[in-house]
C-alpha cells in the first residue's frame, strides 16, 4: 500500500503560481511511476502530467506543457506540481496518483493507476 496526502491548493487569480505536493508513505516511493491528474465540475478526471521513477523523463499533457513542472524527491518521498500563468479553466481538483508499470502508452489512463490521493482545490479567479 501507498499512501498519497496532496497539499498547497488555494484560490488565486489568472497569471498566478501554485506549487501542489504530493506526500507518499508506505512502500517505496521510488518504485512508483507518478502522475499528476485533475477533475473539473461535470468533467472526467484528467492527464495532467507524469514523472518516471527517477525523475529524468517528464510527460505532459498540452494544455499545462510550457506553464506546469513535475518533479519529485524521492529522498523525501514528495512529488510536485509546480503551476505558473494559471488560467481559470486550470480551476479543478488535483489529484496524485501513483502506479507500479511505466508506459508512456498508458499514462494518460488514469484506471490504470493504483493508488490515489483525495485530492487537493485549485481555484483560479480571472
Known amino acids: 500500500q501507498v499512501q498519497l496526502v496532496e497539499s498547497g491548493g488555494g484560490l488565486v487569480q489568472a497569471g498566478a503560481s501554485l506549487r501542489l505536493s504530493c506526500a507518499a508513505s508506505?512502500?517505496?516511493?521510488?518504485?512508483?511511476?507518478m502522475g499528476w491528474f485533475r477533475q473539473a465540475p461535470g468533467k472526467d478526471r484528467d492527464f495532467v502530467a507524469a514523472?518516471?521513477?527517477?525523475?529524468?523523463?517528464?510527460y505532459y499533457a498540452d494544455s499545462v506543457e510550457g506553464r506546469f513542472t513535475i518533479s519529485r524527491d524521492n529522498a523525501k518521498n514528495t512529488l510536485y506540481l509546480q503551476m505558473d500563468s494559471l488560467k481559470s479553466e486550470d480551476t479543478a481538483v488535483y489529484y496524485c496518483?501513483?502506479?507500479?508499470?511505466?508506459?508512456?502508452?498508458?499514462?494518460?489512463?488514469?484506471?490504470?493507476?493504483?493508488?490515489w490521493g483525495q485530492g487537493t482545490q485549485v481555484t483560479v479567479s480571472s
Open positions: 496518483a501513483a502506479r507500479g508499470v511505466f508506459s508512456t502508452a498508458t499514462m494518460r489512463t488514469s484506471d490504470l493507476y493504483d493508488y
Open positions: 508506505g512502500r517505496t516511493f521510488s518504485n512508483y511511476f
Open positions: 514523472i518516471t521513477r527517477s525523475g529524468l523523463n517528464t
